[in-house]
């Protein structure tokens, strides 16, 4: 059968559009994605509160919430710096530390508000080999240190940090897991003066168990979590970013006076 | 387990060495394909296995009593309590969150504070896809357009088969049937096209869909306040090449995937945008659903034999419950709307009538008309809400505003996109024509580096397909 010379001429036309697109692509991942900062502007204007939020898909959806809540509002730069499926397990697949150092040089910020963890109940690694065995003493006093190299670098960097803790999960060894990494980070933050914003008690029904769905600030009941017993929906992102804001407000002026103006 | 990724690349390996190893054994065959298929839907939740095989049993029963039973009556009863059981498992497990939130929120209105109890519903993933193949297994046993199929293996196997499982294409039992009686010849397997279908779908889906995503629509969607015309533009633009790309990846490669295991379906998308008209449009768009809404609810509602008026009301109907199935909220059901509505207006119009016989510049008009006619649908689809939908709308007023998404990337991506509809669609099996001269292991080592090539080009990560949230 002869074959066809036309069908060669709108692959040539892919091949070069592909050809092109791999250009534009490859430099772009090695910069990291301009969606992960492209809100960001220096901080330093007078009035401008640039708040960063930092971490992994938790992180996300709080600032998405937090966006739609202030980003409006000229006072506030709502920054998002997260990544989802990283942590502080696996350095060798995402090194936080050294990507806010980069992130910080980029980007100055007034207010860093950081969740992490949610991927962390897994064996720590050391130089790509697993090396700590989740629930050892070992594990624990290795997580410690990582989350304090964080926070150090953060405030040596003179950013304002809220470390906020993590929230009941569905499953109860999950949940159990992350309520000691929950107490690191507590004894770790109280240590450096870190202002420390626990999510448990706002993810937990009246019996103090997990609950899919929960009261909001108006009293409805609304579904908060995801199906994955994990994460959060709009309603339950606007719950634990409403907890954020308040336990920030004493600290962050700016908030207090949109808290306020609310509450009026 | 989502295509574009590793594991699924194993597991397919896998189930594509046992399914061809054991061509000459057809039950050991189907045993192979069916347990593939549960364990490639429980990798997602192990218990939605459960359901699968309940909606299995419950539509082999009723097919087995529909299509053995002389009594026109009991067939009806047995047909419509088949329906209903289907019908009540997608909507139990897709409605009830959203009945009750209803419910509470209309007795709060009314001054009742107490709260009918929520439960913690997970909507299975495919749920809808796979109902929907039961009853029109039913409907078309009842129809005695098919057989009943008196094995039960066969039947798991048509509702559970994995490529196609989760969101689509919907397979007829007509199509499927007949190719799991026979086993497939492996010298006339499409493996080509097959090939062919999985490298274009990833390349949709990883670099065009994701990257419009990443870099611009999401940023726009997420609050379209801090936009202006250009970039709100652009944005709907995007949505509309991302959705395409993105759906019709999966239909791709899902029909790529069960060409390589002897299965052939038709295609489930043909150039949507090139449409001349909205009746065109869905015939072109998602047709495996189109044409399942028509066969099983726009035609029992009466379809075009009652007069202008019942046509037109039915068109509206089916329409809107198409726009209902994609979710409980007010965004689809004004997408589905919009649609019917605006069926029903061209139809009214005449505007269907000899299409093909307009000059090319009236023809190209109305592409351009219809496609932003579906771009103004979309800003309901996408948007988180009705407000978010109306804010995007009033955003358009914003002529002052800088653009600040027309960046290289993504002119090119919208580029691709376009160029997509623009070339002869019969591209793909034109250029598969071409390559089969090319031995069977050099396409299979060509896919591979593209396969390569794709995933070194798109965005990290491994976003979901859209449609699996349906």
């Known amino acids: 059968m002869p074959v066809p010379a036309s069908p060669l001429r709108p692959a040539v036309c892919i091949l070069v559009l592909l050809t092109a697109l791999a250009l534009y692509a490859m430099p772009l991942r090695a910069q990291g994605s301009p969606g992960e900062n492209g809100a960001a502007q220096a901080g330093g204007d007078d009035g401008l509160t640039t708040i960063a939020v930092m971490g992994d898909s938790l992180a996300y959806g709080i600032w998405r919430s937090m966006y739609s809540q202030l980003q409006r509002d000229d006072r506030f730069e709502i920054v998002r710096w997260t990544e989802a499926a990283t942590g502080l397990a696996r350095p060798d697949f995402f090194d936080w530390s050294r990507s806010i150092d980069e992130l910080l040089t980029q980007h100055p910020v007034d207010v860093a508000v950081m969740t992490i963890g949610l991927n962390d109940m897994q064996a720590l690694y050391v130089d790509g080999a697993r090396s700590y065995t989740l629930g050892s003493g070992e594990w624990d006093r290795e997580y410690r240190a990582r989350v304090e190299r964080i926070m150090d670098r953060l405030q040596v960097a003179g950013v304002d940090l809220f470390w906020v803790g993590l929230p009941i999960m569905r499953s109860a060894t999950y949940s159990a897991n992350l309520a000691n990494a929950n107490r690191i980070y507590a004894a770790a933050a109280a240590e450096r003066q870190v202002p420390f914003i626990p999510l448990w008690d706002v993810t937990v029904d009246a019996d103090g168990t997990y609950a899919s769905h929960l009261p909001d600030r108006r009293g409805r009941t609304r579904k908060m979590r995801d199906n994955d017993g994990i994460h959060f929906t709009i309603d339950g992102n606007n719950l634990i970013t409403a907890a954020v804001l308040e336990a920030m407000s004493p600290h962050v002026p700016m908030i207090e006076t949109v808290l306020a103006g609310r509450r009026r | ?470």
């Open chain 2, 1 to 470: 387990m989502l295509f574009p990724t590793l594991d699924f690349g194993l597991f397919f390996l896998l189930v594509f060495a046992l399914a061809w190893g054991l061509k000459d054994w057809n039950t050991g065959r189907k045993l192979i394909l069916v347990a593939a298929s549960y364990a490639f839907y429980a990798y997602w939740d192990w218990r939605f296995c459960g359901l699968l095989l309940a909606s299995s049993l419950i539509n082999h029963a009723a097919g087995m009593a529909i299509g053995n039973s002389p009594d026109r009556r009991f067939r009806k009863q047995i047909l419509t309590l088949a329906i209903a059981a289907n019908l009540g498992i997608l909507g139990f497990f897709k409605y009830y969150d959203f009945f009750i939130l209803s419910l509470n929120d209309l007795a709060f209105q009314l001054g009742i504070e107490r709260e009918l109890p929520f439960l913690e519903i997970i909507l299975p993933v495919g749920i809808s896809f796979f109902t929907f193949q039961g009853i029109s297994y039913v409907v078309d046993v009842y129809r005695r357009d098919v057989r009943p199929q008196a094995s039960l293996l066969n039947l798991l196997l048509y509702i559970s088969f994995f490529p196609q499982l989760v969101a689509g294409p919907i397979v007829r039992a007509s199509v499927f049937m007949p190719q799991i009686e026979q086993p497939p010849r492996a010298d006339r397997i499409l493996a080509g096209l097959g090939l062919i279908l999985i490298t274009i779908g990833l390349f949709k889906k990883m670099v065009v869909a994701n990257y419009l995503a990443t870099e611009m629509v999401d940023w726009i969607f997420l609050d379209p306040y801090f936009y202006g015309t250009g970039d709100l533009l652009l944005g709907v633009y995007g949505y509309a090449i991302q959705i395409y790309c993105d759906f019709s990846a999966y239909s791709d490669i899902a029909i790529g995937v069960a060409a390589l295991l002897g299965f052939r379906f038709q295609k489930n998308f043909d150039q949507p945008y090139k449409a001349e008209s909205l009746r065109d449009f869905w015939r072109r768009w998602h047709i495996s659903l189109s044409t399942w809404l028509r066969d099983y609810l726009y035609i029992p509602l009466g379809g075009s034999k009652g007069g202008r008026w019942a046509t037109r009301r039915n068109l509206f109907l089916t329409m809107l419950l198409g726009g209902l199935w994609h979710g409980a909220a007010w965004n689809f059901v004004l997408w589905g709307v919009l649609h019917g509505a605006g069926l029903v207006v061209e139809r009214a119009l005449g505007w269907t009538r000899q299409a093909a016989k307009r000059p090319l510049w009236r023809r190209a008009l109305a592409g351009l008309i219809v496609f932003h006619f579906v771009c103004l649908t979309w800003i309901f689809f996408r948007s988180a809400d009705l407000d978010g939908a109306i804010e995007y709308l009033l955003g358009f007023a914003r002529f002052d505003q800088p653009v600040e998404f027309a960046t290289p990337l993504v002119l090119s991506l919208l580029a691709i996109g376009f160029a997509m509809h623009l070339i002869p669609g019969d591209t793909i099996d034109r250029v598969e024509r071409a390559l089969r001269p090319v031995p069977l292991w050099l396409q299979g080592a060509l896919c591979g580096i593209a396969i390569v090539v794709i995933d070194a080009m798109g965005p990290e990560g491994v976003a979901p397909f859209i449609y699996f949230q349906f």
